[in-house]
């Protein structure tokens, strides 16, 4: 039985055998005849595979792959379009600085830093009005001056400058005479920065360097920052030449309380050898700068508790040579450099008890002119006489009395809606606005009058002066702590509402 059994299990196993190498066989044949057929359709023979030339692919056929998706090419975002610097005005809030486009009423915040100085801001409007400067720094617990310059084409900051240095940082325990107390009051009074006629340059006073204000130089080309004095005393109260050639300037060694400072001498600096030129010793308790009489001579007059004015003379920028065209005392005054003549007022206080020169005969207004004595006008007591170059006008106040406005030696007749409001012309055969100068918490009347007829009603509550566009079409003004605008010919008030904070001034000039 177990003999007939293993015989089975033998011939099984040869079968299985079998039927494998058949298998193989079959796989052989089929891989041979394959390969013969692929290398007849390419041309090539068994030798030739054998060489390795079929090593080198005959069509380049790209492998399949995964890619990553292409990546964004590097190109920075195209920046907006600067605002044209003439198509903007500035607001000077509590939360800073303002750029307000006047063609769309956009407001773009500049800086956030407050003017805390007490002197005009349209001083720091380049005369080409592509950038704004100011001094801040003077409020809160300390006093910490620095200059700010704002490029308002591109609407950045250009310039932070600190304007002292270690040796003249004042404390809270500085009082007045102290030399860094000092220092940092030259920078606060109208003055302190001049633009040249050209708009590049800015002058302004600092204290960076040595223990008393001198006069430094920014340029808006190359940034560049220069020291140009290094007088004895405060530098103060810069003015450029027509021409831009020289820097009139006075030193003081003290501001004083109230009663006048402590003057000490009138200088230039030569902008072409950028040198500072001694023109004159000075024993006065002011000097009050009236304009250029051409590119060489400036007008000025001294100034003292006991005589008010006095003193009025041509200086020459280049030596200091002098020419007197009014010696005794008055009240106010005022030039035209254009005509080259002056309105002066005098009080009878002028007149009774001038101790500084030979007093004129009796009080009133006079016209004076540089070769010649004064001439009388007006019989009127005015203490305050202004020149306004776009309406070529002189405007005064006589006492108890309104405004009253001279084109040189002729009165205006002023109409009756804004007798009493000092005028702002945009141009001398233009639009003029009327303002109240009167203090007041709700502000007074602004009017627009055009060719000094057609009065037009503008706002019942405007404090302050308000602001002309380039054109001279359209009038900016504050009420009620916003900026308003009101544009030709029926003047129609529109609030600004994108500026941020109480306004306190506008500047467009």
Not at 231 to 253: C, K, T
Not at 496 to 508: A, H, K, S, Y
Request: proline share 8%; aromatic share 10%.
């Amino acid at each position: 039985m177990n003999t007939v059994q293993e015989k089975k299990r033998s011939k099984s196993w040869l079968w299985i055998v079998g039927v494998l190498l058949l298998l193989l066989v079959c796989c052989c044949i089929a891989a041979v005849a394959g390969g013969y057929f692929y290398l007849d359709s390419t041309g090539k023979t068994v030798e030739d595979a054998l060489s390795g030339e079929l090593l080198e692919p005959q069509v380049d056929v790209p492998l399949p792959q995964t890619l990553e998706p292409p990546l964004a090419p590097d190109v920075p975002p195209t920046a907006a379009p600067a605002m044209k610097a003439e198509d903007q005005i500035v607001a000077v809030t509590v939360t800073g600085v303002w750029a307000v486009n006047e063609n769309t009423g956009e407001a773009v915040q500049l800086s956030p830093a407050p003017l805390d100085v007490p002197w005009n801001p349209a001083e720091g409007m380049s005369p080409d009005g592509q950038a704004f400067a100011f001094i801040t720094g003077f409020g809160g617990a300390s006093i910490s001056p620095y200059l700010i310059v704002l490029d308002l084409a591109q609407q950045t900051e250009k310039l932070e400058l600190a304007l002292t240095g270690p040796l003249t940082q004042p404390g809270l325990e500085l009082f007045p005479g102290d030399p860094a107390f000092e220092a940092t009051r030259a920078m606060e009074f109208t003055g302190s920065l001049a633009w040249s006629p050209d708009g590049r340059l800015l002058a302004f006073v600092a204290a960076i360097d040595g223990d008393s204000a001198d006069v430094y130089l920014y340029d808006r080309v190359d940034g560049s920052v220069t020291r140009l004095s290094d007088e004895m005393g405060n530098a103060a109260e810069l003015h450029w030449s027509p021409d831009g050639s020289f820097i009139e300037y006075a030193s003081v060694e003290s501001f004083g309380t109230g009663a006048g400072a402590s003057m000490l001498a009138l200088w230039a600096v030569d902008m072409r050898t950028r040198e500072a030129v001694l023109l004159e010793r000075l024993e006065s308790a002011g000097e009050v700068f009236l304009g250029w009489v051409d590119s060489g001579h400036f007008l000025i007059h001294s100034w003292g508790p006991a005589c008010s004015g006095y003193n009025v003379r041509v200086v020459d920028v280049t030596n200091g040579d002098q020419q007197t065209v009014v010696d005794g005392c008055f009240a106010a005054a005022a030039y035209n450099p254009d005509d080259q003549m002056g309105l002066m007022a005098l009080a009878d206080y002028n007149v009774e008890n001038c101790m500084c020169g030979t007093p004129l005969d009796q009080a009133g207004v006079y016209a004076f002119y540089l070769d010649q004595e004064p001439i009388p006008m007006s019989k009127v007591e005015v203490y305050f006489i202004d020149y306004l170059p776009k309406g070529n006008v002189f405007t005064f106040q006589p006492v108890d009395e309104p405004y009253a406005v001279y084109q040189n030696e002729i009165p205006m007749n002023i109409l009756p809606e804004v007798e009493g409001l000092k005028p702002f012309p945009a141009s001398p055969e233009g639009y003029w606005a009327w303002y109240s100068t009167a203090p007041s918490d709700d502000g007074g009347e602004l009017w627009v009058t055009l060719h000094n007829e057609n009065p037009v009603l503008v706002s019942s509550s405007s404090p302050g002066r308000p602001a002309w566009s380039g054109d001279g079409q359209t009038l900016y003004f504050i009420e009620g702590d916003a900026l308003y605008r009101a544009s030709a010919p029926d003047f129609a008030p529109a609030a600004l509402p994108d500026v941020m904070g109480e306004v306190l001034d506008v500047v467009n000039e």
